[in-house]
Structure formats: C-alpha cells, structure tokens
C-alpha cells in the first residue's frame, strides 16, 4: 500500500490495524466450511441466519463458560461473561456504566481513537 492510500488522517509511523488482514493460515477455512454446512442442512438454517440476542445465546454462553473453566480452571458463570459485537461495542458498554457519574477513564496515548468518540458521546471525560 502506497501512502497514497492510507486512510486520512494517519499520522506518519502509525501502525494502521484497521483493515484487518490475519494470516491466511490461521483461518480454519475447512471447519467453518463443514460447520456451516451442517448448521444449514439442519431443521433450523433459516434461523440460523437471524440476529441472535444481543447478549449472546444461552447455549454460547454455557458453552463458553465450560470452555473457559476446564481449559483456564476458572470458576466462571454466565454473569461473568460479556460477549460484545466487536471492539466499539465493548467500549460503549463501558462509556454507559460510566456515563452520567462523573466518570473519568484514564487512557493511554497514543489509544484507540474510537474509544475517545464514544466516550465523548456518552459525556464521560
């Protein structure tokens, strides 16, 4: 990529990680392929392709606190998880349980930009 090309704004000896290209390698190409075809071959593939709850699913929940406690020996429940759409969603939900009590976050520079805009958005300084 050119510098032509970089989005505007960047400013020179920015690592840009916003196009999200991973190791083709690291895909497990084979398996979403056998999941999914198995998901939409089943009595339910028209609801599997619908927005789920925003909370996540019980069944991804419990399955996701199994995980994590037999392979991390945690103690975990459901209420200690919080699965979120991506990283601007994670921090929202932070700006709205410190939005409206004064809250202050502390971050570091340079930081995520979108953080700061969310954050702003929900008047925490």
């Known amino acids: 990529m050119g510098v032509q090309e970089l989005p505007q704004g960047v400013l020179p000896g920015t690592i840009s990680l916003v196009f999200g290209h991973p190791d083709p390698t690291t ?3 084979d398996g979403l392929r056998a999941a999914t075809e198995a998901v939409l071959r089943g009595p339910q593939a028209r609801l599997a392709l619908q927005y789920g709850p925003e909370q996540g699913t019980p069944a991804l929940i419990d399955y996701l606190v199994e995980k994590l406690n037999r392979e991390e020996g945690l103690g ?10 991506g990283s601007v969603h994670a921090v929202d939900m932070i700006a709205r349980l ?4 004064d809250g ?11 953080a700061l805009h969310v ?5 925490v300084d």
């Open 98 to 101: 410190y939005a409206g009590h």
């Open 27 to 29: 895909l497990p190409v």
């Open 104 to 114: 202050v976050v502390l971050v570091e520079a340079p930081t995520y930009h979108d």
């Open 76 to 85: 975990l429940t459901g209420d200690n998880l919080m699965l979120v759409a």
């Open 119 to 123: 954050f702003r958005d929900h008047g």
